[in-house]
């Protein structure tokens, strides 16, 4: 079967680092994407990753490892603006996008 | 302007009733889907469409029937409803078929209350 895995919650202070895994097994792979949803909104776009490496875009950066079935967000100088869930999605060979169940970020003063 | 729009919000309705959601892109995109987001979160899926053409039909019941008019619009109907239907439906689009990157752009979605 087709499994996505991400933390269910991530607690972190406003200003630091926070990083949110996710692993992954799929029929195929053809990229990945990293959404943002705020409680009761729609999820909004962040990044797509379908090479290895990191891609930056300002205090957010994705990571991916092929190999691995492994991709992380990164987030730093964090704002409580940040405070939402983020998402994993993997396009699998049918181009078909498979969602995990998102990681709840809650950041403190 | 709202580059993907739904009505209605907001929906409370009793079982066994029919009700529609109405979604509407003016984002020139060629695909528009449908998705529900249950109560753990998961998106899940339902429908794709493609320049009005069905390409992705998920294992929902026949209950629910999609209607594309013109590829501008995907509405989504649903027939005698039922308690386990209540959940977030979301409309989304893309410039073509999600691959190469193209970024899914969500609606607000729709929150169906079944009692």
């Known amino acids: 079967g087709q499994n996505i895995d991400q933390p269910t919650e991530m607690t972190a202070t406003e200003g630091a680092i926070v990083q949110i895994n996710c692993t992954y097994q799929?029929?195929?792979?053809?990229?990945l994407f990293w959404y943002q949803q705020h409680a009761g909104e729609a999820p909004t776009f962040l990044s797509y990753?379908?090479l290895d490496g990191l891609e930056e875009k300002g205090r957010f950066s994705s990571f991916l490892s092929r190999s691995k079935g492994y991709s992380y967000l990164l987030l730093k100088e964090l704002q409580m603006k940040d405070s939402a869930s983020y998402l994993c999605?993997?396009?699998?060979?049918?181009?078909?996008?498979?969602w995990g169940a998102g990681t709840k970020l809650i950041i403190k003063p | 302007d709202t580059a993907v729009s739904q009505t209605p919000k907001y929906l409370v309705t009793q079982m066994g009733n029919d009700k529609s959601i109405k979604c509407e892109q003016n984002?020139?995109?060629?695909?528009m889907y449908w998705y529900k987001q249950d109560s753990k979160k998961f998106l899940k899926i339902m429908f794709s469409?493609?320049?009005?053409?069905?390409?992705i039909n998920e294992t929902v019941p026949n209950r629910f029937s999609p209607k594309s008019p013109d590829k501008a619009h995907l509405n989504l109907h649903i027939n005698s409803l039922e308690l386990g239907d209540s959940a977030v439906y979301f409309c989304?689009?893309?410039?073509?078929?999600?691959?190469?990157?193209?970024?899914?752009?969500f609606g607000e979605g729709s929150w169906l209350t079944v009692v």
């Open positions: 989304a689009s893309s410039l073509g078929l999600a691959d190469s990157g193209n970024t899914i752009y």
């Open positions: 984002l020139g995109h060629d695909t």
């Open positions: 469409y493609n320049n009005k053409e069905l390409i």
């Open positions: 799929t029929s195929g792979f053809n990229g």
């Open positions: 990753n379908v």
């Open positions: 999605a993997v396009l699998d060979s049918n181009y078909q996008l498979i």
